[in-house]
């Protein structure tokens, strides 16, 4: 939903009856990426540099609630995940080993393994320090889910690594929205059984949002 589509559910679903004018971008469709409009790129936020950044974020966002960095300060901001404790290579192992399911979730995203070191990050993590990681790069961007592809790799994250993982769980759960899915992977629930409960409420929420939606 756009900004304008959210206030318009807000408004009335919240019951805030405020008097309020959405105007309806001209030219704009659902379908549509940022550089589909031909507008050159404004930061929505500053640590969001690029498109490749924002496509990834509404995944690894939820790193910010975790002990890992998402590569503040790097240049690569939001397209890594990492940590100087994570074992890359079993990470990715564990990915592997999950077989087709696990791959349906990466689909249109590539991951492999990366170092950096994040240089005065805003988050305050591994400063100076070299990162171990995992790089994300989109390669089809409209079968792309990055809610669901980080889920997996956090669930990775925590079956190689239980010891090491560490949630904020104040800040995850505000990410999350609720304290379910930090639960859900501390029990050791990956995959499926994590995003195939959603399906129930995601169905409620579309037909919800269906009549404010104006495009």
Known sequence: M????????????L???????????????????????GLPWVRPSPNLRDLESAL???????FE??????????????????APWLDTTAVLSRLRVWGPWAQDALTGVE????TF????????????VEVRGIRLRVTDRRRYDPTRAAILMLGAIR????????????RFDRLAGGSELRRATVAGSVGEAVWGSWNGRLARFQRLRAKYLLY
């Open 159 to 170: 079956a190689a690594q239980p010891d090491s993982l560490r949630f904020d769980d104040t």
């Open 2 to 13: 756009t900004i304008g589509e959210l206030v318009r559910l807000a408004n009335d679903v």
């Open 111 to 114: 991951v492999s393994g990366v």
């Open 56 to 62: 990834h974020y509404p995944g690894t966002c939820l």
């Open 65 to 82: 609630g975790t002990n890992l960095s998402v590569g503040r300060g790097t240049g690569l901001e939001f397209q890594v995940v990492g």
């Open 15 to 37: 019951g805030i009856h405020a008097r309020l004018t959405v105007v309806p971008a001209l030219g704009w469709r659902r379908a549509m990426f940022y550089d589909d409009t």
């Open 117 to 128: 070191t994040p240089r005065a990050p805003t988050d305050g993590k591994y400063d100076d």
